[in-house]
């Protein structure tokens, strides 16, 4: 019966202990389950616990013990600069003891404790704690003073008995180099002591102890240790190791010691009692440990009840989602946890779905995988979400690095507004087609044509960004090409047009009748269109000087003998082959009908140069010299092939020409500016000019 009177219904109670209840409390249950294997392997970490523990106060202790060592070693250092800076004082060279004792009066000021002043055989000359003159005992410590100024180093002595001051100090001594005498002083104890209790912490107990044992200094400030031995167990292990750390008596107290050792053998100890550590760590162990076994018994029980619980509705839920992996699709689950059902009623729907666009999703992923376009897709914030091999090898990015980085470090910053574009026209449900600039791994641009087009889900809204790109970079290339090449063909076009009429004109005008207009004018096109396949044959770069020589001078030369050629190799630009090639050309025509080359014992030789003229500016000097030929006469007139090789020359080279027509020979001389008629292709010419100024000056 219940309390209202009514009997209670086993089936009803039933069904309300069989309803599906949340997740949320079912994984609190499987929680306590955990439980216990935690708390377990919490009590085995404990010994680790106080492990680290133990190595974490010998550290400090170790670390306390240097500390104090370092400000110890810097005390004494101190006092040493002060007695060196002392020692330097000329009054000790002209042996002006008083006013020695002066300086040292006022050095005693600035450094806690008295300076005292010694010769070498014992005798005290002054102390600052007495004025200058009083009578004072000789040294006891005679064999110190002695070491100290043989060996030329300060040296600490022990703890000691100051019979004038009637307490006990530490005395510093230091030599003065060049002299019979030994400087002297006090290390304060007291100031040790001060310096000793800064470096130890609340709860630690740190000492200063001599080379014999005997306390110097102590975090006391009681001050009863003065003097006293320090434990001898701990003595006798600090002069045998630098450094260390034992488990020992203290003073009738369990410690744990550590020590350091300076380099006047003194030895800083550092000692906590272990209590102090041991204490709180064996509060917080008995605490665990009942707490453990009290929550052990409760975690085991529920553990093993809840587990199985949990256990056989999750296996309904990895058949259904077993069925689903295998491609087939499944019933919706029923267990007795609700969120079971609603992911088994989700994964039965995933699988039907799954069905469906699976062989899409198939079709789609091959063509992203194989495409031979660069495809990513990029999230509305600009994130990279997908990337294929095609992006690697444009991009220069593995997969693992894109994904995830932001797009905006693809695409130069003049550009960024490109990104705005695209968002706009996804976000219209259009895509975007252009052509721009991207900016792969390596830093270098790259052009490429880009298709970008909205990403939708399945409610149709935008969650992304597709987008295709087409390295163009060649096309781009051969497209710049073409159309420079087309200019630069149009340019040189009008320009050789303009050349043969100007050409033809002057030759009409310098010719007695056509057929010797036909002759002279054939013979300088002629020479013009070998100068031309010249630079044809280099791409319009330029001409090499021999080169330009020899075809200019090829239709006159029977015997390769007739003709010297000699000169560096220098590459000349276009307008400097044409305008030197009329020149070579004129000369070579001339020589043939009147000079050298019309004899057959005749000889042309041509040479040429590169130096700086005394301005520094450097120049090419070319020479034409014929010898072997007829008597030469100066021309009675002066033609069309004489203002070539002169006026034209001079005017078109920036040149300066000099003809000479000495009986035995015509000689021909042009002097031009190396920077005006050197192509910039010529690799040699910026070391030819470098070491020109060496070669010779032009007068």
Known sequence: MSASGKETDPRGLLRVLRRPVPLRVALLLLMFGALLPSLIFFVLEYRVTVADKLTKI???????????????????????AQFSALVTSPHLRTNNIAAFYAQALQASRTVPGWIALYSTDGRQLFTTLKPFGKPLADASDLGLIRMVSATD?????????????????????????????????????????????HQTPWGWLSMLVDGDGHIV???????????????????????????????LPLSGVDSYVGWHRLFNGWTVLVAVPRATIEGPLRRWRNDVLWSLLVFSGLALMSAALVGEWIIRSMKGLSRAAAEIVAGRTSEPLHSSIREVNEVGRALAQAAQDRAKGELAN????????????????VSLDGTILSWNAAAEALYGYRADEAIGRQQADLIPVARLKEIDEKYAAAGAGRSLRLETVRRRKDGQLVEVSLDAGPVLNADGELVGISVIAHDISERKRNEAHMEFVMRELSHRTKNLITVIIAMARRTARASGNFGDFENKFTGRLHGLARSHDLLVHTDWIGASIEELVRSQLAPFITDPA????????????????????????????????????????????????????????SRIRLTWVESGGPEVRPPSRSGFGSTVIQKLTEASLNATVTAAFAREGFRWEVDMPAVEILSEG??????????????????
């Open 362 to 377: 198939a079709h789609l992923a091959a063509l992203v995988i194989f495409s031979g376009d660069a495809i990513m897709s």
């Open 58 to 80: 010998e550290r400090q202790g170790r670390n306390y013990a240097q500390a104090i060592t370092e400000d110890i070693t810097s005390e004494i250092a101190v006092k040493e």
């Open 562 to 617: 007739s003709l010297k050629i000699r000169g560096p190799d220098l590459l000349l630009r276009p307008e400097a082959v044409q305008n030197l090639g009329f020149a070579l050309h004129e000369l070579a025509t001339n020589a043939n009908k009147f000079g050298a080359l019309s004899q057959q014992a005749g000889q042309v030789a041509i040479y040429w140069e590169i130096a700086r003229n005394a301005a520094g500016e």
């Open 682 to 699: 010529d690799i040699g010419v910026s070391s030819l000019l470098a070491s020109a100024a060496s070669v010779r000056v032009v007068g």
């Open 153 to 197: 180093r300060c040296a600490t002595t022990d703890l000691l008995k100051s019979e004038l001051l009637d307490r006990r100090i530490v005395r510093l001594l230091c030599p003065a180099p060049g002299t019979d005498y030994v400087v002297a002083g006090s290390l304060p104890v007291a100031h040790l002591s001060n310096v000793v209790r």
């Open 217 to 247: 200094a102590h975090s006391d400030r009681s001050g009863d240790h003065l003097g006293s031995l320090a434990p001898v167990s701990v003595h006798a292990k600090a002069t045998t190791q630098a450094e260390g750390w034992i488990d």
